[in-house]
C-alpha cells in the first residue's frame, strides 16, 4: 500500500506545472555549413570564410550560433587562431 502512495505523487507530464516551463523535446537539426557538398576549405588564408565565425569583438562564434560540426569547429577555430597571430585578421 505504501508503495503505491509514493508513486502517485510522483507524476510527470501535463498535471506537473512544472511543465508549462519546459523546453519542448522536438529540436530542428541544422546541417553544418562546412561539411555540404561544394563548401570552400578551412584555411587561415581564407580570411573571407574566416570573417564569417568571428564577432565583431575578434572573438570566435560558437558552434551551437554558427551550426557548424564538432570536427569543423576545431578546424575552424585553428585556422582563425594562425590567421590572427600572423596579422591576416
Known amino acids: 500500500m505504501r508503495r503505491d502512495k509514493k508513486k502517485k505523487g510522483k507524476k510527470f507530464g501535463s498535471q506537473n506545472k512544472l511543465s508549462l516551463f519546459k523546453k519542448p523535446d522536438i529540436r530542428f537539426k541544422r546541417s553544418c555549413p562546412l561539411s555540404a557538398k561544394g563548401a570552400p576549405a578551412i584555411d587561415y588564408k581564407n580570411i573571407r570564410l574566416l570573417r564569417k ?17 564538432q570536427n569543423k569547429q576545431r578546424k575552424l577555430s585553428l585556422a582563425i587562431k594562425r590567421a590572427q597571430f600572423l596579422g591576416l585578421i
Open 53 to 69: 565565425y568571428v564577432s565583431d569583438n575578434k572573438k570566435i562564434m560558437p558552434s551551437r550560433i554558427t551550426s557548424v560540426s
